[in-house]
């Protein structure tokens, strides 16, 4: 059984494939300039981003329903990683990057350790999929904080938040201070960085609300008893 | 299985597929999505990857091609490569046959007038002498 996607998280990875096809047109000036290594990867990229596209994501806009991926996981790893990597890279507040980062993260593990449409709802697709494993929070490493912060917000925080109810809820049982700290800076940071904004003492996720998925409101109420 | 061909062979299917790293051929790509037709859009993008896995894999941008070169690429992906290269290139063929033809009738008109003038020239060369 193939990872499934949500429509939304499709049209996030179709959108950036889309401007990837646009290397082609870098290709033929590096293979002139007997750049061929970099024309090795701009010619992996467009094929990938095809191969992708023509097999999963399919054209146009979105389908109504989630979109199967069946392509190779060595394809799909290899497209994700770049993603990743081209998204963590991308400078300012971009908060689509940040949410493609993190879907690139989830459906890499995902993949890895083998998840499948059939994985309870809430931990085995998409930004439900736990960034920070239960009982860790990346103290040492300020974008796996971030990251782990904002998924939580994307996807199990309950709305409207406040900060404080948001750091006892996300952080495990036990947490030590550094964590605390830590995860306080991450919300500051997300925020300095316009990817997360305060109304009063509620935290909220610089999108428009609408996007997190009826679902998702749904399962939140699952996702705080599993605590 | 080991696959190696010739070089003149590797030759004709770089200068072919040369063609195809013109960026302007994606844009049948995205008429084809515009127009809502997936399916030709879909097959566009498959022959595409295809054929830029194989210039990646076996003919490394046509750099080194004076020389046989050995198919590394994946059966299958050889499989459809070949398949489609080898029935572009009939089309091809019977496409130009008729002028092909022409051509050749002009050939041998040409010849004639040619040995025509050549024999006429010699007589009257002769006469003179």
């Known amino acids: 059984m193939a990872l499934a996607i949500a429509p939304a998280d499709r049209d996030l990875i179709y959108s950036r494939l889309k401007i990837d096809l646009y290397a082609i047109e870098d290709l033929m000036p590096s293979v002139e300039r007997g750049e061929y290594e970099e024309a090795r990867r701009l010619a992996s990229k467009v094929a990938d981003a095809l191969r992708l596209i023509a097999t999963d994501l399919r054209w146009g806009s979105a389908p109504g329903a989630e979109v199967a991926l069946c392509s190779p996981p060595d394809l799909l790893l290899r497209v994700l990683a770049r993603l990743q990597e081209e998204s963590a890279a991308q400078p300012g507040p971009d908060v689509v990057a940040l949410k493609l980062q993190l879907l690139c993260i989830a459906l890499r593990r995902a993949i890895e350790e083998g998840e499948d449409a059939d994985a309870p709802a809430g931990e085995g697709r998409g930004w439900k999929i736990h960034l920070v494993p239960r009982g860790a929070f990346p103290v040492a490493d300020e974008a796996q904080a971030e990251l782990a912060v904002f998924s939580y917000v994307l996807g199990e925080c309950p709305e409207g938040a406040t900060l404080a109810g948001l750091l006892a809820q996300m952080l495990p049982e036990g947490a030590s201070e550094a964590e605390r700290a830590a995860a306080e800076v991450a919300v500051k940071r997300l925020v300095a960085r316009g990817a997360l904004c305060m109304e009063g003492e509620r935290v909220l996720a610089c999108e428009p609300s609408s996007e997190r998925r009826p679902e998702d409101r749904r399962r939140q109420g699952g996702a705080d008893e599993r605590r | ?129």
């Open chain 2, 1 to 129: 299985m080991s696959i190696t061909i010739p070089a003149a062979q590797a030759q004709a299917l770089w200068r072919l597929f040369q063609d195809t790293l013109d960026p302007s051929c994606l844009a049948t790509l995205w008429r084809a999505v515009d127009r809502s037709d997936f399916e030709t859009a879909d097959r566009i993008a498959r022959e595409y990857a295809d054929t830029l896995d194989l210039l990646l894999e076996d003919l490394r941008w046509g750099v080194g091609l004076g020389e046989e070169v050995e198919l590394r690429s994946p059966p299958d992906l050889l499989h459809r490569v070949f398949t489609r290269v080898g029935e572009e290139a009939a089309e091809i063929r019977e496409a130009t046959e008729p002028e092909q033809e022409e051509a050749r009738r002009e050939e041998e008109w040409n010849r004639l007038l040619e040995e025509a003038s050549r024999d006429v020239l010699a007589v009257l060369a002769e006469g003179e002498g």
